[in-house]
């Protein structure tokens, strides 16, 4: 998990927000370097990783092989060593718990956890592995400038802050487990001017007293109370995962009301190609109609009868209205007969209605 993928949120790796309070000490510094002294695993309780991620980088001892491997992989800018640190050269047994965060090279530890074992402490593994001093490893990789140092090796603090060159090699912030002091260590610091600044309930926070600025950096109320909220490594996840999820939902949202649009636009574009067919089909109608209408009068008139009605004329008589009478009723029965009684013609009409009724029957069906 990269600083960017939580917004909003300050992400702590380590135990107990060491990182956070640390980084209080070097608020301005971009690329600093850093000692850790039981680095562990690169990323679980880690009090670097916060710093790896802004660009730092610096030495981890870890004896402990799988995550010394682990170290190498994830830290490529780091001096990766799987060694233990002491006050001399040489090779200790290092006894590895079941319980993580609790391997240790003190053999008061060992004895403690022999005579009061628990589930973490009851099953182990006793390795050897090569111990240095903080001295030997400076002088190699030819140290210049240390911003802060940590120190967690169960227990074995003593030993590792006693063959450090105090002189030449001088942390400008130390972080400390304090919580099992085996060999008292305070006066050991205080002797080579390291002043007590804070605990956090679990670490002590020294810093060199030969300069003073660092001190006057640190404020635990503005840099740590104070501005973006900390999120623990384990809540940091599970709110970057809702936030993936979230986003993923929202991408998913944005292509549906794209492909709503996209729709609607079709959508749009198929009705106005239909007005336009139904306009264009009612004006096929209204022509075909007329059409078949001047067809059906033209039909029919070809089908009349040439002959000329030639109305009877009302023979003289005495009695006039009587004879016009007869004559009209005579003269409409002869123009029936002549026009209206054509064979022709009816059955030609009978063939229309056939026809309409056959079309109109087939269209029912479909």
């Known amino acids: ?12 790796y380590a135990q107990n927000r060491e990182d956070i309070i640390l980084a209080a000490f070097f608020e ?4 600093g370097f850093y000692v850790d002294v039981g680095a562990n695993d690169p990323e679980i309780d880690s009090v670097t990783k916060y710093f790896y991620e802004r660009g730092w980088n610096g030495i981890n001892c870890e004896p402990q092989l799988g995550h010394f491997k682990l170290l190498q992989k ?26 993580d965060g609790l391997s240790t090279l003190s053999s008061d530890f060992k004895a403690e956890y022999a005579n009061s074992p628990d589930d973490n402490t009851k099953t182990y593994v006793d390795t050897m592995v090569e111990v240095r001093t903080l001295a030997s490893i400076f002088d190699e990789y030819k140290i210049t400038v240390i911003n802060f140092m940590k120190v967690d090796v169960e227990g074995y603090e003593y030993e590792v802050l006693y063959a450090n060159n105090w002189n030449r090699y001088r942390p400008q912030v130390i972080c400390i487990e304090a919580d099992h002091v085996r060999i008292d260590w305070h006066d050991l610091l205080k002797d080579n001017d390291y002043k007590l600044v804070f605990f956090d309930g679990l670490n002590e926070y020294f810093v060199d007293d ?10 635990y109320v503005k840099s740590v109370l104070i501005g973006k909220p900390i999120a623990p490594r384990g809540l940091a996840n599970v709110i970057y995962e809702q936030n993936n999820s979230l986003e993923a939902n929202i991408k998913k949202i944005e292509q ?3 492909e709503v649009v996209r729709i609607s636009e079709h959508v749009h574009y198929l009705q106005n190609e239909l007005d336009e067919v139904s306009s264009l089909r009612a004006h096929i109608n209204k022509f075909v109609k007329n059409k078949l209408h001047l067809i059906n009068d033209r039909i029919e008139n070809k089908l009349q009868s040439k002959r000329v009605f030639q109305p009877v004329v009302p023979a003289s008589s005495k009695d006039i209205l009587t004879a016009a009478k007869d004559s009209d009723s005579n003269n409409i029965i002869a123009y029936n007969q002549n ?3 054509n064979k022709k013609i009816r059955i030609y009409r009978k063939a229309k209605r056939l026809i309409k009724r056959i079309l109109l029957g087939k269209k029912a069906r479909l």
């Open 74 to 99: 994830e830290r490529k800018r780091d001096i990766n060593l799987n060694v233990g640190v002491g006050s001399k050269k040489g090779k200790l047994s290092l006894r590895q718990y079941k319980g």
């Open 339 to 341: 026009f209206m009684d």
């Open 210 to 219: 030969k300069n003073p600025e660092i001190e006057k950096r640190f404020s």
């Open 1 to 12: 998990m990269s600083k960017e993928k939580v917004a909003g949120y300050r992400v702590s």
């Open 256 to 258: 549906l009301q794209q």
């Open 28 to 31: 301005d510094v971009e690329k």
